[in-house]
């Protein structure tokens, strides 16, 4: 087990509109507002997602797309950025609902698109969490390590 003790920083709250993509535009209001590290979650709408699973196996992410209109009831997950590039990386995993009030989920991937509204809040924390190529299985894994 690795572990890391931090304090929050700053709270955001952040409503994202119609047509916006998820995760390129939390990714900007990181950037615009130099959030280098937190945890993110929400709720909301999507007309459209894509949702990814890691296959342990073939070592690579499968996505699937779906093509109508889901309630977000749920996501979570956390701000870095790579140790080596310093590009950002939000890696969220989202629970959706469809009309029948069946579930799903997967890793938040591009292309996952607002409907009504996007209702995010990102805790953003005082150290800055980095990720590391890990060699066995070719992800970007949070680095604890100074």
Do not use: W
Request: charge should be neutral; charged fraction near 25%; include cysteine.
């Amino acid at each position: 087990m690795l572990s890391l003790k931090d304090s929050i920083k700053q709270i955001h709250y952040i409503r994202l509109v119609k047509d916006e993509d998820i995760l390129p535009s939390l990714i900007l209001y990181c950037k615009n507002n130099k959030i280098e590290s937190g945890f993110v979650f929400g709720i909301g709408a999507v007309k459209k997602a894509n949702l990814g699973y890691f296959d342990v196996i073939s070592n690579q992410y499968l996505s699937r797309k779906f093509d109508f209109n889901a309630e977000i009831l749920n996501c979570s997950g956390n701000v870095s950025k790579k140790a080596n590039t310093g590009e950002y990386v939000i890696h969220i995993h989202m629970l959706l609902g469809d009309r029948e009030c069946r579930s799903f989920g997967g890793h938040l991937m591009n292309d996952t698109m607002i409907s009504v509204t996007g209702e995010f809040v990102i805790v953003e924390t005082s150290n800055l969490l980095t990720r590391n190529l890990d060699e066995e299985f070719g992800l970007f894994l949070l680095n604890f390590t100074r």
